[in-house]
T-cell receptor
Framework: DSGVTQTPKHLITATGQRVTLRCSPR?????VYWYQQSLDQGLQFLIQ???????AKGNILERFSAQQFPDLHSELNLSSLELGDSALYFC?????????????FGSGTQLSVL | GEDVEQSLFLSVREGDSSVINCTYTDSSSTYLYWYKQEPGAGLQLLTYIFSNMDMKQDQRLTVLLNKKDKHLSLRIADTQTGDSAIYFCAVKSGGSYIPTFGRGTSLIVHP
């Protein structure tokens, strides 16, 4: 168990809908990362937060947004969902960016858009 | 940006050594990692190496780094069926907080 908790584990929804994925980092970790894993794209970095502030942005679509709350949990919001958004979404956390970024991953949320 | 390449599949016999290879493009890479993903699970950090090191050994795992060729390898000695998983190489450049991941190598261990 990595200590990173993601909910829900599975999500099935329809095109055009909006969903929220939730992540609780390991105790003491200030940084949260969101990744999307799909067969054709591999593991794609979406966005990183550090202590409530956005730190880095990757290949995140405009329909997607995220935030990190004062208690350090994070949410990834996906809207106007398309079939191609079906993927496994991972959250990861680390203690201190700039010191090696050893990431601890949650078990992921499997999103299926029908 | 950084580009990280791995072969997609590797098949070995139980008890043999496995060698998973990775190449990267950014010569300013500082940290290089190997992660393991078992079915239905997230990625788990196996080991990592600093760019000023050539080799790191941790029990059955040996990481070799050739900075000149920008080549990283993970050797698993005495491979067991429980080692069957997807192995990801990841590289962090000096100017970035974000490790770039390869697409992963599926290691299949057969009796």
């Amino acid at each position: 168990d990595s200590g990173v908790t993601q909910t829900p584990k599975h999500l099935i929804t329809a095109t055009g809908q909006r969903v929220t994925l939730r992540c609780s980092p390991r105790s003491g970790d200030l940084s949260v990362y969101w990744y999307q894993q799909s067969l054709d794209q591999g593991l794609q970095f979406l966005i990183q937060y550090y202590n409530g502030e956005e730190r880095a942005k990757g290949n995140i679509l405009e329909r997607f947004s995220a935030q990190q709350f004062p208690d350090l949990h994070s949410e990834l919001n996906l809207s106007s969902l398309e079939l191609g958004d079906s993927a496994l979404y991972f959250c990861a956390s680390s203690v201190d960016p700039g010191q090696g970024e050893k990431l601890f991953f949650g078990s992921g949320t499997q999103l299926s858009v029908l | 940006g950084e580009d990280v390449e791995q072969s997609l599949f590797l098949s070995v016999r139980e008890g043999d050594s496995s060698v998973i290879n990775c190449t990267y493009t950014d010569s300013s890479s500082t940290y290089l990692y190997w992660y393991k993903q078992e079915p239905g699970a997230g990625l788990q950090l196996l080991t990592y190496i600093f760019s000023n090191m050539d080799m790191k050994q941790d029990q059955r795992l040996t990481v070799l780094l050739n900075k000149k060729d920008k080549h990283l390898s993970l050797r698993i000695a005495d491979t067991q069926t429980g080692d069957s998983a997807i192995y990801f190489c990841a590289v962090k450049s000096g100017g970035s907080y974000i490790p770039t991941f390869g697409r992963g190598t599926s290691l299949i261990v057969h009796p």
